[in-house]
């Protein structure tokens, strides 16, 4: 069962492979030079979307084609290479180029999943019985598109992760003058006025004690940003230890969401060879 519709997929991996350097079929410095083929990167490729969306363990999805080991190590040769980094900023510039990024409206708020295996950003989650949690602080445009992430323990608070979750904006090249962050009650501070007027931006903050859907304002294409990405299950109950692995799976479910609100939104204004029929 294919993790995604081949119209997302077969964007995505020639766009991949491109930055992959060539590899020989068989390792030069071996003295027989007869031992086994290098395992195609398609292969592995599939198979990392397949952990992403469905969630399951390394040793679930290998099969014949390769091993878990396998997996992991390749895993690890694309995070050294920066590899799944680079497709996301691709991903976000071909958005931006096509499409055209909301950055006059940025949205900011935190997201708590489950981390059972803990590791080096999990937290005792205070909507889990103290169990381990994770955090994401997550920053989106005006329509949903992420564009940054911070993680942390899930006993850390929203307000503390503001200020290195805005830094992300200085990747994004040149901003819009007048930027406006919606933010929820979380943030209702003089320390997040401050922080936000330090650095020129204007403040769309919920007021605590006042309901929620009165205010809501724009904020909530941050709240529907999460919701995508639980939606890959891999991200919604973490087993993984390390930050740069489950960074590197958020930069590719990032991807994903990016490219897909792409070929959605240019369905009806474009066409090109591998359109779908019907619109995504």
Known sequence: MPALPS??????WEQFVALLSERPEFHPDHPLGCHRR??????????LLQLLRFGCSYEAIADTTCLATTIRSRRDEWIRL??????????LD?????????????????SITKAPGGGEVAGRSPVDRGKQGLKRSGMTDGYGIPLG?????ANRHDSPLLAPTLDR????????DDITVHLDAGYDSDKTRTLLSERGLHGCIAHKGDKAPIQ???????????AWQNAFYRLARWYE??????????????????????IRQAWTTHLWGERPNRRP
Do not use: C, M
């Not at 992430?149 to 323990?153: E, K, Q, T, Y």
């Not at 904006?169 to 819009?176: E, F, N, S, T, V």
């Open 149 to 153: 992430r911070v993680l942390a323990g």
């Open 7 to 12: 119209w997302l997929t077969e964007p995505l």
């Open 241 to 262: 230890r390390r930050t740069t692995v489950i960074d590197a799976f958020f930069d590719l479910a990032d991807t994903i969401i990016t490219v897909r609100s792409l």
């Open 82 to 91: 920066s590899a799944l980094a680079q497709l996301k900023q691709i991903a």
């Open 216 to 226: 809501a304002s724009r904020r909530w294409h941050v709240e529907r940003t999460h």
């Open 38 to 47: 290098r395992i195609s990167d398609r292969i592995i490729f599939d198979k």
């Open 94 to 110: 071909s958005y931006d180029r096509i499409v055209g990024l909301v950055l006059n409206q940025i949205a900011v708020d935190g």
């Open 169 to 176: 904006l200085d990747d994004l090249g040149p901003l819009p």
